[in-house]
Nanobody, 115 residues
Framework: QVQLVESGGGLVQPGGSLRLSCAAS????????MGWYRQAPGKQRELVAA???????DYADSVKGRFTISRDVAKNTVYLQMNNLKPEDTAVYYC?????????WGQGTQVTVSS
């Protein structure tokens, strides 16, 4: 009942930056938290960053100090600012939205960090 559309992925050189956006639609009033996950080839999906309605955030240790998650509730959009990107950040990034009774996922956007 919540639809998520990611954008902003692409190819970037090491040390560069990207800003991912995730726009939510549908039953948006039910959303309690939103976040970003990523999955690299041959690896399990992992949490990158998450933010709740009350504001607290969580980050994977590997991205602390480089990535920033933010949420614009009025626009039903969550962002992931990624700075100082490294080749190991290469993955498909998925937006996530959690409500009391269900979890929704976007289709993912590819981020490739390579020289």
């Amino acid at each position: 009942q919540v639809q998520l559309v990611e954008s902003g992925g692409g190819l970037v050189q090491p040390g560069g930056s990207l800003r991912l956006s995730c726009a939510a639609s549908g039953n948006v009033f039910s959303i309690k938290a939103m976040g970003w996950y990523r999955q690299a080839p041959g690896k399990q999906r992992e949490l990158v960053a998450a933010v709740t309605n009350s504001g607290p955030t969580d980050y994977a240790d590997s991205v602390k100090g480089r990535f920033t998650i933010s949420r614009d509730v009025a626009k039903n959009t969550v962002y992931l600012q990624m700075n100082n990107l490294k080749p190991e950040d290469t993955a498909v990034y998925y937006c996530n939205a959690a409500s009391t009774f269900r979890v929704s996922w976007g289709q993912g956007t590819q981020v490739t960090v390579s020289s």
